[in-house]
């Protein structure tokens, strides 16, 4: 049975609808069994099959982690460390989701795994304490390392804009942070496939770190001005005149710095899954074009 640690989280929830599409066996827990008690890790695992540990817990609020670092460590390195021990102990795989955070930004061109990584902030610091954390404890691990996610179950960059879109004349997005949105659907067949190729003994993905994002790169302003054309074409976005302007990060501060270039060279997870990750634009239409997408979510009561 197949153990999603941070089940009801953005990421988490995706993963669970994928598995029971695929008719995986799965447990999932939530905080209330907390990634920073060990004894009550042990205590779940106790009696069940574990056959694989899937951790999507995490500290996510970027800019709040800066003066939450101790919080942000806890959840990021702490956490980790537990789940990693404990699945050593189980002797079963683990898959850990990462960051491309975990980099300063400063390449030019996509970033492989072996890259050196220096983070910026604290949430990119303590994600990279958490890599170094796990992989201490225990060599059956993937670390799949993603960026700029989005998904249904949670507050995220699309939903965001849509909402925002609709209700302003104009809105202001930087034009200088180049990346990937990544749909977690992505993410999820990914980990299913790991998980998938690893039981049936067919073709092990040998373990490591690895980057998964959707294909392709963009900016911020120019993902949200692909938000604004699929929206409008599904009638989901009906303030078809407000204006999408770019500005520069340095207009836009946060408490967090941001990597200006965090796009990440997916060739070795392309090769060990024999699988073709889709193009951002795609992905996106996949998320705004289906039922499962949450009118709620962008103040459309149905
Ligand atoms: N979102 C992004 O753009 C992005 C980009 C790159 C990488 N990532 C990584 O992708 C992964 C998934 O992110 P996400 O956006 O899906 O996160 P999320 O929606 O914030 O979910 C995180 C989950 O962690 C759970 N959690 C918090 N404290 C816990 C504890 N003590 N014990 C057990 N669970 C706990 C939360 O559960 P409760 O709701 O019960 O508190 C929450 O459901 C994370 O590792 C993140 O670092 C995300």
Same mark, same amino acid.
């Given at each position: 049975?197949?153990?999603? $640690? +941070?089940?009801? !989280?953005?990421?988490?929830? %995706?993963?669970?609808?994928? /598995?029971?599409?695929?008719?995986? @066996? #799965? ?92 983070? $910026? +902030?604290?949430? !990119?610091?303590?994600?990279? %304490?958490?890599?170094?954390? /796990?992989?201490?404890?225990?060599? @059956? #691990? ?161």
């Amino acid at each position: 049975m197949v153990w999603i $640690i +941070g089940c009801k !989280g953005m990421l988490g929830s %995706e993963v669970c609808r994928t /598995l029971s599409e695929k008719n995986i @066996d #799965f447990t999932g827990t939530d905080s209330s069994v907390s990634i920073l008690d060990y004894s009550a890790l042990e205590n779940f695992a106790c009696g069940k099959d574990i056959s694989f540990i899937v951790n999507c817990a995490a500290y996510t609020a970027v800019d709040k982690a800066e003066s939450e670092v101790e919080k942000a460590r806890a959840l990021n390195a702490d956490g980790p460390k537990n789940i990693a021990r404990l699945a050593k102990k189980l002797a079963c795989p683990l898959i850990h989701i990462s960051t491309d955070y975990v980099f300063d930004g400063s390449a030019s061109s996509p970033i492989s795994e072996n890259s050196p990584i220096k983070p $910026i +902030g604290a949430y !990119g610091l303590t994600k990279a %304490e958490g890599e170094k954390a /796990l992989v201490a404890e225990t060599d @059956d #691990f993937y670390i799949l390392r993603t960026a700029w996610l989005y998904g249904f179950d949670g507050k995220n960059f699309v939903y965001t804009m849509i909402r925002a879109m609709n209700s302003h004349e104009s809105v202001k997005v930087v034009s200088d942070q180049r990346g990937t949105p990544t749909n977690c659907q992505t993410l999820s067949l990914v980990i299913s496939k790991i998980i998938e190729d690893r039981m049936s003994k067919k073709h092990e993905v040998p373990n490591g770190i690895y980057h998964v994002t959707d294909e392709g790169e963009t900016t911020w302003f120019d993902f949200t001005r692909e938000i604004k054309k699929q929206a409008l074409k599904a009638g989901i976005l009906v303030n078809e005149g407000c204006v999408v302007n770019p500005c520069s990060t340095s207009e836009y501060p946060t408490p967090a710095k941001r990597p200006s270039y965090s796009v990440l060279d997916k060739s070795k997870i392309q090769k060990a899954l024999g699988f073709k990750l889709p193009e951002w634009q795609e992905s996106l239409g996949k998320f705004i074009n289906s039922p499962l997408f949450d009118k709620k979510r962008i103040d459309i009561v149905e």
